[in-house]
């Protein structure tokens, strides 16, 4: 049985879907395993929506750990972590914490969904840990606001979702599953027709968020997420995948590029919405 960490900030309803997929799965007995605890970087009462997500965790019966890092930076008085430079010295100490919060409670691996803050390696290096990126091997990194609208300055056919292991690199750990899906044909292409002689710039300072390509690429994406942290926790509790020394194996092979579970996937997806 796979003994899995799952740690999440809490606050939106993509944390509660993704909790909820994964217990759903074991209680339907599709996913081998065990969630040992839920860990959060918030605290009760610091927040009335991650306040309803412990109120989830604590329903399942799922052991409930919480560090608060921004009650842990002001009594150590420190400088809040800046976008495009080293992360501060309190964040590896707020780590250091962290493991030592979690170490009564066994873990093969760590699942990171909708956790917020960026690991260091009081964390990765003592367990493997597990992260969620919306894009495919080779396609951007950053966040997938970030993501999508360079995707949609690339003119690509193809979008993705990956799973990665966490390194000290952002989004560049070894790549363990992926899952791919098409931007071109049907429906999709009269919106890419909307950006053609545009600039991104342009668009996004016109349209933002709102231009109904850009709303309609994070759909496709987004609804796989969830099937693929799941698909991607079976492959390791089924033993096809598994990790070693920083590594990803199927079997004896080492996974390189990672695991295609595009299959799975829209396997998982075929009765819910077409594409």
């Not at 007995?29 to 065990?34: I, V």
């Not at 093969?108 to 009081?122: N, Q």
């Amino acid at each position: 049985m796979l003994r899995i960490g799952w740690f999440s900030t809490g606050r939106g309803e993509g944390s509660q879907k993704l909790l909820r997929a994964a217990v759903d799965a074991i209680r339907d007995r599709r996913l081998d395993a065990t969630i040992s605890f839920l860990f959060s970087n918030r605290e009760p009462g610091q927040d009335p929506v991650t306040d309803a997500f412990f109120e989830q965790v604590r329903s399942y019966d799922i052991p409930l750990l919480t560090l608060s890092d921004s009650r842990f930076r002001r009594e150590r008085n420190g400088e809040p972590a800046k976008v495009g430079q080293p992360l501060p010295a309190w964040r590896t100490e707020f780590d250091q914490q962290v493991a030592s919060l979690i170490s009564p409670h066994p873990l093969d691996v760590g699942m990171l969904a909708g956790y917020m803050l960026i690991m260091t390696p009081p964390l990765f290096e003592r367990h493997p840990m597990l992260n969620l990126h919306p894009a495919a091997p080779g396609q951007p990194e950053g966040t997938w606001q970030d993501v999508t609208w360079k995707l949609i300055d690339q003119r690509v056919d193809h979008g993705g979702v990956r799973i990665h292991l966490v390194t000290a690199g952002l989004d560049e750990g070894p790549i363990a599953t992926y899952c791919t899906y098409p931007l071109r044909g049907g429906s999709i292409d009269l919106l890419w027709r909307q950006a053609e002689d545009r600039a991104v710039a342009d668009i996004r300072a016109a349209d933002g968020e709102d231009f109904p390509l850009f709303h309609e690429m994070r759909r496709r994406g987004a609804m796989r997420e969830l099937p693929l942290v799941v698909e991607t926790l079976r492959a390791l509790g089924d033993g096809r995948l598994r990790i070693e020394g920083g590594r990803i194996f199927a079997g004896e092979v080492r996974v390189v590029r990672g695991f295609d579970l595009t299959p799975e996937i829209e396997g998982s997806l075929a009765n819910v919405t077409p594409v």
